[in-house]
């Protein structure tokens, strides 16, 4: 199988129920493991990915972000600058969340077993995203905090 994108590991269903069982073992044995539950959901998330795609193409932004592909990395987020900005933006918040938590934007675990392109970018969209949530709802990024 020819590969997709950078990064990809083209897989067949065999490789992708092995990579399941295996993540899903593993998560469960240590839900700190991101790298494996990572690894489950590019194995078993087609359907939550389309969904989220199919949902994106409804509005203009959400067509916009498939069109242009913006990505939350350090070429777009400098914790230092989010932290001097006014104590009530979402843009403080996010900077102190980082520092807190010893995080960086570039840390997020690439995509390699999603087989479509666009459907990669939309799994990498959200993982680079995730911690946004945890800032707005005011959850720890620990296993609770997660569920």
Not at 81 to 92: A, I, K, S
Not at 98 to 109: A, I, K, V
């Amino acid at each position: 199988r020819k590969s997709l994108y950078r990064g990809h590991l083209p897989t067949n269903p065999l490789q992708k129920l092995a990579a399941t069982a295996i993540s899903a073992a593993k998560a469960l044995k240590d839900p700190r493991r991101a790298d494996m539950v990572g690894v489950l959901g590019e194995a078993t998330g087609r359907v939550a990915l389309e969904k989220i795609r199919s949902d994106l193409k409804t509005t203009r932004e959400g067509r916009l972000i498939l069109s242009e592909r913006p990505v939350v990395d350090s070429t777009t987020i400098n914790g230092d600058e989010l932290r001097q900005l006014d104590e009530n933006t979402f843009g403080h918040a996010y900077g102190r969340f980082l520092e807190r938590y010893g995080f960086d934007p570039d840390d997020r675990t690439p995509v390699a077993l999603v087989d479509d392109e666009e459907l990669a970018y939309v799994l990498l969209r959200y993982r680079q995203v995730h911690d946004f949530w945890h800032v707005l709802f005011g959850l720890p990024p620990t296993v609770h905090g997660e569920l």
